[in-house]
């Protein structure tokens, strides 16, 4: 096991946790580098976020499978695993923006609602540079809150949920060094404010869904035509881990390089 029974439990019961285990200093790296490659390639040097980043950089995959990290991830959803989506996080130094309060699974076609963000430190992360701020104990009920729309350019995502959604429970910061990790549920409360520091803030997202559950392209449309998100009918599935026990997934082999 990746995670300690009481790092599973702490998942449960605040749906986010922070392993001891940390990637190791060639990972650490080879994401840094990797990163400053990708950003001196871009036209857009100040893109914030990066949307399935595995679109335009398919190599970075390697990340997703590290051990630390699917091993983790296997410890909370089981052994059969869908890799279906990842973004890159850059918040520039002094103008990174907002990331607004929401709950993933309210962007997410998948079906029963199931997975298990990890958000991997490339920078250190803290509370002066926009670290993640996520509602313990908020994925219980396994709701998902109305959110409202709000297109401001101020902000990464476009769907919000006010303050009286997100409840009494005071928020808590991930603060995390480069190869530290945090993963997350997909019910749980949680945004960013924006980078005010003078740093960067870097860091590399996956996706993970249990293999019971059915990436819905359909509704995938839907979505994106309803609430004016970036498509994610196209997205790539990959079998991180075990067999596709639904049967209704489109999986892609995993590149001859990863397997």
Known sequence: MALTPTEIEQFETDGVVVPQCRLGRAAVADLAASLGVHVAASARRD????PNVLDHE???IRFALLDEILGSVRDLIGDDVILWGSGLFCKAATSGRATPWHQDGQYWPI???ATVTAWIAIDPV????GCLRVIPGSHRDRV???HARNDSR???LNQELSAEQRGPTPPRSLILEPGQFSLHDVYMIHGANPNTSGRRRGGLAFRYMPATSHYDRELAKRQAEEMGLHSMVHRTLFLASGADVSGKNDITELPSTVQ
């Open 144 to 146: 998902l809150h109305e």
């Open 58 to 60: 398919p190599s970075w």
């Open 111 to 113: 079906r029963p609602l």
């Open 47 to 50: 893109v914030d976020f990066v």
């Open 154 to 156: 101020e902000l990464i």
């Open 126 to 129: 803290d509370e002066h540079n």
